[in-house]
């Protein structure tokens, strides 16, 4: 790759670096828990599925962008992620609600 080809990635890199992490939702997402009568000991267990899910499935996608390339890693990211968010708007169970919290990211 040359370096004007280079050059003009970064800056969209920096644009979805910053629309990929501008996500509203988390900061209010166990106040919307708790409003929606869920125990605390239930979000916190919510939580943790969600970090959990992140730490074993960080080295199997750097597998995917190393072998495929990045945006092979962020389409399929991107994609798998559509299932789980349905879940989240429609699960009214803690377990649903683990599975599309611990599957979105």
């Excluded at 370096?3 to 501008?22: D, E």
């Excluded at 789980?84 to 599975?99: M, N, R, V």
């Amino acid at each position: 790759m040359n370096r004007t080809k280079l050059a003009a990635k970064i800056p969209l890199f920096y644009v979805y670096s910053f629309l990929n992490s501008f996500l509203l939702d988390r900061a209010i997402w166990m106040l919307v828990l708790v409003f929606q009568g869920f125990l605390l000991s239930e979000v916190s267990l919510i939580e943790s599925a969600y970090h959990c899910a992140i730490f074993l499935l960080e080295v199997p996608a750097g597998y995917v962008a190393d072998r495929y390339g990045k945006r092979v890693s962020l389409l399929a990211a991107e994609l798998a992620g559509i299932v789980p968010s349905g879940l989240l708007l429609a699960g009214g169970d803690a377990s649903i609600l683990a599975y599309g919290q611990a599957e979105r990211d």
